[in-house]
């Protein structure tokens, strides 16, 4: 059983910048792909960012790329959304996801949500106009 938790969110203003954490519980934290998600109220869940188990390869929504980055520290067991110029519609629950079976299948598809096997709660973050 793999525990996966976010961290970091919160309320800033239009234009301003945060850090988002997910600890993923497991020894093999550096074979697990990890993604972010986001759902805003009355909307569904959508794709963010996504970082192979390799980390060579990084994934981001049209909405976000250039703004977001996605990495990891496989020392500590811990992926990162750094979040930059955010706006008003980036306002929405956070999820963190852990694919724990692409690195025996070889297969992934990152914007996939059912490709990730474990869920942290989210963290809100809300940006102010």
């Known amino acids: 059983q793999v525990q996966v938790v976010e961290s970091g969110g919160g309320l800033v203003q239009a234009g301003g910048s945060l850090r988002l954490s997910c600890a993923a519980s497991?020894?093999?934290?550096?074979?697990?792909?990890m993604g972010w998600f986001r759902q805003a109220p009355g909307k569904e869940r959508e794709f963010i960012s996504a970082?192979?188990?390799?980390?060579?390869?990084?994934y981001y929504a049209a909405s976000v790329k250039g703004r977001f980055t996605i990495s990891r520290d496989n020392a500590n067991n811990t992926v990162y959304l750094q979040m930059n110029s955010l706006k008003p519609e980036d306002t929405a629950v956070y999820y963190c996801?852990?694919?724990?079976?692409?690195?025996?299948?070889?297969?992934?598809?990152?914007?996939?949500?059912?490709?990730?096997?474990?869920w942290g709660q989210g963290t809100q973050v809300t940006v102010s106009s």
């Open positions: 996801a852990a694919n724990t079976l692409t690195y025996f299948s070889g297969v992934y598809y990152p914007e996939d949500a059912d490709q990730y096997d474990y």
């Open positions: 497991g020894r093999t934290f550096s074979s697990y792909a």
């Open positions: 970082l192979s188990w390799r980390g060579d390869n990084t």
